[in-house]
């Protein structure tokens, strides 16, 4: 699948993963964060986690389908794009607290 997804649609799902991701369940975002942000092979990812690829699979698509909807219904990363856009200083402090965990 990362394999037919251009650079900006890996940095997109990036995005929407790291806004959303604690609305996923444990084993999809540690499924889609070891094979989108670490790039590995569904196989890869069946073989560490001693699953099935075709439940690799399925989570994948799961996972990815259930982040487009959070964004379409409550549309954080379009926000933070509208705000880094208009005041980039305000999302650069956002990401650094973040980062500390105070948000």
Not at 5 to 30: C, F, T
Not at 32 to 46: H, Q, V
Not at 74 to 100: F, I
């Amino acid at each position: 699948m990362v394999d037919n997804m251009s650079i900006a649609d890996i940095e997109r799902y990036n995005r929407l993963l790291e806004v959303y991701g604690g609305l996923l369940s444990d084993k999809a975002r540690d499924v889609l964060t070891d094979y989108i942000t670490y790039g590995l092979s569904i196989t890869e990812i069946a073989d560490a986690r001693n699953i099935s690829k075709q439940s690799v699979s399925t989570t994948i698509r799961r996972a990815l389908r259930n982040l487009e909807r959070y964004e379409e219904v409550l549309g954080m990363l379009s926000l933070l794009d509208m705000v880094d856009k208009r005041c980039p200083d305000v999302v650069e402090m956002w990401t650094k607290t973040k980062g500390r965990g105070e948000a």
